[in-house]
């Protein structure tokens, strides 16, 4: 099978619902990397997050005809995976663990990749004073900072008020706190408050 690089978004979009096993690789390789990193947000182990990002992709090419093409086509696959990461995360959970964690899953209309805030963060450091976090207070950390979600998002999506949904934001950051006070080390301390100070200046 011989693979034409270079190939725009758009081109790679026409020949992955063609079928184009070539399109389909360089989608796999474009994206591959950077859909690794966002399962390993979700994760529990590098292990879960392989499973994750094979089963991502296997979403991605059964569904890319709904993919219309109006926003990015990394924007798109990145919502496929991250709603993926949540079907998981909820079918793993019992019934008491999803009524505790509930106002963490959410689904975004939006196809964008992150806010400026997250930018001025490595992934990798936020990977790292996340990762001592339960699921669910990861969960919700990582849809609320990584992906820009809101308050208003969760509300539609499961039918919370706004104040519940700050709610557990707030006990997710104050787990987290005491996570980074115990185990982090300064300076990744530092990095998280610097973060989180980006981040509250948003809707309170």
């Known amino acids: 099978m011989k693979i034409i690089f270079n190939r725009s978004e758009k081109e790679i979009l026409k020949g992955c619902i063609k079928g184009d096993r070539s399109a389909q690789e360089q989608l796999y390789r474009r994206y ?9 947000g979700y ?3 590098t292990e879960d997050a392989n499973d994750l990002l094979q089963e991502g992709f296997i979403k991605v090419f059964q569904n890319i005809k709904k993919c219309n093409g ?6 798109w696959v990145r919502r496929v995976f991250v709603n ?8 793993s959970v019992n019934k008491n663990d ?7 899953l959410i689904t975004s209309n939006s196809w964008h990749i992150g806010n400026e805030a997250y930018k001025t963060l490595d992934n990798e450091d936020f990977l790292k004073i996340t990762k001592r976090l339960p699921e669910g207070y990861k969960m ?5 900072f990584v992906e820009d ?3 208003e998002d969760i509300g539609k999506r499961l039918g919370v008020s706004i104040g519940t949904s700050k709610s557990q934001l707030a006990k997710a950051k104050k787990h987290l706190r005491k996570v980074l006070d115990k185990y982090i080390d300064r300076e990744l301390l530092e990095t998280y408050q610097k973060f989180e100070r980006r981040k509250l200046e948003r809707v309170v």
Do not use: P, Q
């Open 140 to 144: 919700v950390l990582n849809l609320y």
């Open 84 to 91: 993926n990461c949540i079907d998981v995360y909820r079918s």
């Open 149 to 151: 979600y809101t308050h």
């Open 32 to 40: 591959t990397k950077k859909m690794y990193g966002v399962c390993l």
């Open 70 to 75: 109006s926003g990015s086509l990394e924007g």
């Open 43 to 45: 994760a529990k182990t």
């Open 98 to 104: 999803f009524v505790e964690f509930a106002d963490h």
